[in-house]
């Protein structure tokens, strides 16, 4: 069919299975296991509905205040989105408009090359080194723009502010993007390093670290320019992305700053208990910051490994691609899901030894 040739043809990316069963464990998308800061609950309970009538701020000023404050910076530096997911959309639309490729490493958040594709951005990757390390040297070379999780999805390797430095040094003329998704995991954030790099855009999300993956919040910081330019762009595609609710909802979440430490604080006992426990039952791992392990087994195939567990209603993560199809990547949940996870991958561990 001939209106057919004039589509733009795209391979999607795929998000995690959403299991619609009751009593599962699922430890398959990095949600977080507790709940949002109760603030976020008063918000959902005190909300007027006559509001819904009206279009929400465009601005989200509400919003892009508390983060600004909450961060440190001018609030003309944040840029509000949909979910990160929403943010880093726009700013490889806004930002990587070079007939030269984008750089990103090649094992990594997998939305990177649907972007690519979507907005016909041409991209190479990088190889990371054989401990899942980025090396800088590699970015020193003629490109479009780079972006990269750090820590690093789904590997959780943390890279240094050092390493991140080297790559805006060699790359003065190009827009570099750090995905800080999971920072609050014990990571060192890059945003210190806006005060000396103009080029550099740091983007955060309430979904992992503040319970909020299902009201949809990321945001952006940068340079009051770049944010300029990004505003642009979404002002050219939809000037109203962020509703009420999830406005006021996000700036709740920002005043309980204790609640949010003391969250991310149990995620990361948790995390470091996760780690000793699958070491001794023969599972090695990089050493992760972010809030899941990307674990390989000495002897059993991480794919029967998956399967044995879907069977018993605990859902983790498995990609059959280059690389890492030898591991399986679980999120951390509480202590109650993870003893639930160690029996079960003892019962599997000892059946499969049997066979
Ligand atoms: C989860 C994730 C995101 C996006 O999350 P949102 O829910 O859209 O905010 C972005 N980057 C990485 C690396 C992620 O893991």
């Not at 972007?115 to 951005?121: F, L, Q, T």
């Not at 210190?192 to 319970?211: A, E, G, H, I, M």
């Not at 609640?259 to 050493?287: H, N, Q, W």
């Amino acid at each position: 069919m001939s209106w057919e040739n004039n589509i733009r043809r795209v391979v999607p990316y795929t998000p995690g299975e959403q299991p619609k069963q009751q009593n599962i464990v699922k430890l398959n998308t990095n949600e977080n296991p507790y709940p949002p800061a109760p603030g976020a609950a008063e918000v959902l309970a005190g909300f007027d509905t006559a509001l819904l009538r009206k279009y929400p701020d465009p601005n989200a000023q509400m919003l892009v205040d508390a983060i600004a404050k909450t961060y440190g910076v001018r609030p003309g530096q944040v840029f509000v989105g949909v979910g990160s997911d929403d943010v880093l959309s726009m700013a490889f639309m806004t930002f990587f408009n070079s007939e030269k490729p984008i750089l990103f490493p090649d094992v990594t958040y997998s939305f990177y090359d649907v972007w690519a594709d979507v907005y016909r951005i041409p991209y190479e990757t990088v190889p990371l080194d054989a401990d899942w390390r980025i090396r800088p040297n590699d970015y020193a070379r003629p490109n479009g723009g780079i972006v990269f999780p750090n820590p690093n999805a789904p590997t959780g390797v943390l890279e240094s502010l050092d390493t991140i430095e080297q790559i805006l040094q060699a790359n003065p003329d190009s827009i570099v993007i750090v995905d800080e998704a999971y920072i609050d995991f014990g990571g060192v954030s890059a945003l210190p390093l806006l005060d000396k790099y103009d080029n550099l855009l740091v983007v955060q999300t309430f979904s992992k670290s503040r319970s909020m993956a299902g009201i949809r919040i990321g945001f952006a910081i940068g340079s009051e320019k770049l944010i300029g330019y990004m505003n642009d762009v979404k002002f050219s595609v939809n000037s109203y992305t962020m509703n009420h609710l999830t406005i006021q909802c996000g700036a709740a979440s920002l005043a309980d700053e204790p609640y949010f430490r003391d969250c991310c604080g149990r995620i990361v006992k948790t995390r470091e208990a996760a780690k000793e426990k699958l070491a001794s039952m023969g599972f090695s791992f990089p050493d992760s910051k972010a809030n899941f392990l990307f674990a390989t087994h000495e002897t059993v195939d991480a794919g029967r490994i998956f399967e044995a567990l879907k069977q018993r209603s605990i859902f983790v993560r498995h990609w059959d691609k280059p690389r890492i199809a030898p591991y399986l990547r679980i999120t951390i949940g509480t202590d109650e899901e993870m003893a639930k996870l160690y029996a079960a991958l003892e019962d599997i561990l000892r059946e499969e030894a049997g066979k």
